[in-house]
């Protein structure tokens, strides 16, 4: 045979994740794809596979262009976060303050190496998908077995699957035999795919492709063949990986609202200095020495050192909370995101749904009964009109609990409470419903052994086992396919007897349960002699009685249907999508009160709309059906083009482009492979949607704490910059020295910032709209708040370090009294802080945060350190103070907890007004 030269051949110049019309193998016939790669049902020859090797390159994702550790440590200080800290170390190192500065340059370095770490688990992602390839292959060579390194396949190979492999690339399935592979990795479904060699329309879905075995799944029963088609980036989990590399992540809301701020800051510090610099040079004649520490000392107070150090910290300490509720943040940005986002797209199985199936509907010729509980717990009721009943009553649904008991073989256990599925998750659903009848599953298979087995195959598409009991009885138990049950059945069972067959009757029950996305298993039984020991097929061609019909979900979670409502009611729109059908989609978004304006559309629905036509579709649609990776990463560019900021959970490898567009990405801890664990910026350990809405709930509470934090800090930069431009202004002496600015901004940064932090979420955090993406982080409100507060500071650290100076006390006592006033004022305005509009003098505003407490109890005893320890008062030219000090001290604090409480209650009812 010749080297091949079909159209599909991959060259160098190709895009990886191009396509041409002889790529759609699964609409071909399988002797067309023989013919066109040159190959036969005996495989390639050894010399040809190596030619061909040469031509295709190794069955190899190629790994992605990574910078280099020193290169990526470096970039860890391109950093908004981090501006400021850096401004401050200089400033400081310019004075000679290298305890300051040392201290300052720790905590950028510290902020480096975690970002290091981060970006470095981050950059595994691709990584992740590249090992997805299996190590090794069996291939048909030469009419002859070999097992090869997969990396050697080329297409045209012919290979041989059993259960347990991972497909080694895509593949063009030849024959097989009950072959069934899970494709969750690429789809996003949990259940295995049942395989037929037939071709499928060229249109059809990746999820509908019968005819393929794609690279990466996992085959998990049965047995089967196939050609190789595609190898390395050309195959789907290629193209993903290529889509990877494409993918831009785009920076948080946070990271853009702190460079705005910092922008506008620096600017203001910059003008304000240069302004008072020069005011004092050429109006005010002081020299240029005094004039240059004077803007030095106002820079310093304008800078708030500790700022970034305390946002840093307050995002630590919601991955802290965050990770108590099952939600595990990877990178810190990620925590603020969540506050702000506007949509959730959401996985269908295992998020929404408890990725275990259920019987929740039993239909018997006589009676339809629905079935409560939960998953696999075997807790829960039978009932016919809403009204419980018991199998004691209805020997027809005594009956079907038997059958289902006995033709099964999975077993369930408990333990520490949960109950644990072993076997096939439709026989898991069937002996929940026996044991919610309070069968004795042990006693049932004791009493009636089973002596033989027809096992399940997508060829006859059913199961039956025969059993006797110790009398010698036979019986037959048979399910499956209730088109194929119904073929075999001659009569039904009714009422405990035997009854001729109505055909209708079941044929009109099964369509009905399907329209209501339930998976339809029908169960039949017959008797048989002591002496039939051994099952055949035309045992069950006919006779058989059917007992009853199963209707099967995934039944929703209850806490994700509360958490979808608390989202929506907190202004956040939640979609469904999912790889599912559209039919079971619906059923499902049905539970949750999704897609009543619009039907559910699929992704042959969204390949027909133009560009205007999805992006609006994108924001009114909620649920979507059949949909493939370039579906769902399109419809997250879609929703951020229109302003959103977009979560989406994932759990596939199929998944991981759409995970790292998303402004915040979250990946399944359970059930998600690597890939999508690696590309997301948060990962759930229990998989639930309720936990989503958790961390988005806490997500604003650190949004909100940060802006507490920073109403905090700014007045104390405020009040110490406008102390020293008022003292320029009307030629007086500092009030504060650089040195005493230094100490104050650093104990008020470590204690009084850090400690709301802590707070917890306030009332309504839940029942407000989202914020918007392009806010300032400093309302109008707020800027308002601080300018205020900065004067109050000004005016009490000012007048007080006149009325010292009046009175005849010495620079250093006065300056001392001014430091200690504006820490006073800042310890009370903590207290303000702690509700921003609301009023504070409460018991819990007062005394019901601890970390408060013990950051003003730390103030106080560092403060009482500078103003009498002998150390302190050398390097800080602080000295001792009187009593009646403190007490003016005191008083003055008290009065800006009053003037803000004042302000705080004009402005609740300045509001009140103008809403009605």
Known sequence: MGRVSSPHQLTKKEEPTRRTSSGEWHGRPVEEVFKELDTSKTGLS??????????????????QKRRGPITRFIAQFNNVLLYVLVGAAVVTALLGHWVDTGVIVGVVIINAIVGFVQEGKAEKALEAIRIMLAPQATVRRGDHALTV???TLVPGDIVLLQSGDRVPADLRLLQM???????????????????????????????????????????????????????????????????????????????????????????????MTAATFLFGLLVQDYLLNDMFMAAVGLAVAAIPEGLPAVMTITLAIGVTRMARRNAIIRSLPAVETLGSVTVICSDKTGTLTRNELMVQTIITARELYTVTGSGYEPIGEFRIDDEPVTADQYPDLAATAQAAVLCNDADLTETEGSWHLHGNPTDGALLTVGMKTKLDVAFERRSQPRTDLIPFESVHKFMATLHHDHEGHGYIYVKGAPERILEMCTFQRSNGEDTSLDTDYWLERIEALASKAQRVLAIAYRSTEPEHLHLQFNDLETGLTLIALFGLIDPPRKEAVDAVARCQNAGIQVKMITGDHATTARAIAAHFCLGGNHHVLTGKDLDALSEDDFLAIASDADVFARTTPEHKLRLVRALQATGHVVAMTGDGVNDAPALKRADIGI???????????EAAEMVLADDNFASIMHAVEEGRTVYDNLRKSILVLLPTSGGEALTIIAAVLLAQALPITPVQILWVNMITAVTLGLALAF?????????????????????????????????????????????????????????????????????????????ITEKSWTLDGLFGSRPALIAVSLVIGLQLLFTYLPVMQVLFHSTSIDFESWARIILFALSLFALVELEKAATRRYRSVTST
């Open 149 to 151: 390194p997969a990396e």
């Open 759 to 835: 707070e917890p979420a306030e009332a309504g955090v839940m029942k407000r709209q989202p914020r918007s993406p392009d806010a300032p982080i400093l309302s109008g409100f707020l800027t308002w708040r601080i300018v205020f507060v900065s004067v109050l500071l000004l005016a009490g650290t000012f007048g007080l370090f006149g009325w010292e100076r009046s009175i005849g006390a010495s620079l250093e006592t006065a300056r001392t009294v001014a430091v200690n006033t504006l820490v006073a004022g800042e310890i009370v305005y903590l207290f303000n802080c702690r509700r």
């Open 46 to 63: 050894p010399e040809e596979a190596r030619d061909r090797l040469l031509v295709h390159g190794p069955n190899l994702l190629k790994p």
């Open 667 to 677: 990946a399944m801890g359970l059930k998600g492979t690597e890939a999508a664990k």
């Open 177 to 271: 035999n009950s072959l069934q592979i899970q494709e969750a990795a690429l789809t996003g479904e949990s259940e295995a795919v049942e395989k037929t060699p037939e071709s499928v329309a060229p249109e059809t879905e990746l999820a509908e492709r019968a005819s393929m075995a794609y690279a990466g799944t996992l085959v998990t029963y049965g047995k089967g063949s196939g050609i190789v088609v595609e190898t390395a980036e050309r195959t789907e989990i290629g193209r993903i990986s290529s889509m990877m590399s494409e993918v831009q992540t785009l920076t948080t809301p946070l990271l853009r609202q702190m460079g705005v701020f910092n922008r506008w800051l620096t600017l203001a510090i910059l003008i």
